[in-house]
């Protein structure tokens, strides 16, 4: 069974930072883009952040440009999503995808392969 995991969520300051981690099972992800989309409360689904297969392009959301930063080791199946000066609207659950093409998780398509089950993200005021 294919598996992508979140871990990393949790309560943090406004101004702080986290790590968010994505490890996949079940498959080999090296040869596949990944990427992060992210939902708050009564707010449609949103993409944050992609990486192409080699980590050599990275793709983000215009409000996370310069704070967030992806990464992968694909020696070890996983993206990160590295979160610095975080606001109370980052606030949402986090979600990690992987596709074959870049471009399907760059623009947000309903046609993505894989979905994580989401980490919450809280920003406190």
């Known amino acids: 069974q294919v598996q992508l995991v979140e871990s990393g969520g949790g309560l943090v300051q406004a101004g702080g930072s986290l790590r968010l981690s994505c490890t996949g099972s079940?498959?080999?992800?090296?040869?596949?883009?990944m990427g992060w989309f992210r939902q708050a409360p009564g707010k449609a689904r949103e993409f944050v952040a992609a990486?192409?297969?080699?980590?050599?392009?990275?793709y983000y959301a215009d409000s996370v440009k310069g704070r967030f930063t992806i990464s992968r080791d694909n020696a070890k199946n996983t993206v990160y999503l590295q979160m610095n000066s975080l606001k109370p609207w980052d606030t949402a659950d986090y979600y990690c995808?992987?596709?074959?093409?870049?471009?399907?998780?760059?623009?947000?398509?309903?046609?993505?392969?894989?979905w994580g089950k989401g980490t919450l993200v809280t920003v406190s005021a």
């Open positions: 079940g498959r080999t992800f090296r040869s596949w883009a």
């Open positions: 990486i192409n297969w080699s980590g050599s392009s990275t």
């Open positions: 995808v992987a596709d074959p093409v870049t471009i399907v998780i760059v623009n947000s398509t309903d046609d993505i392969d894989y």
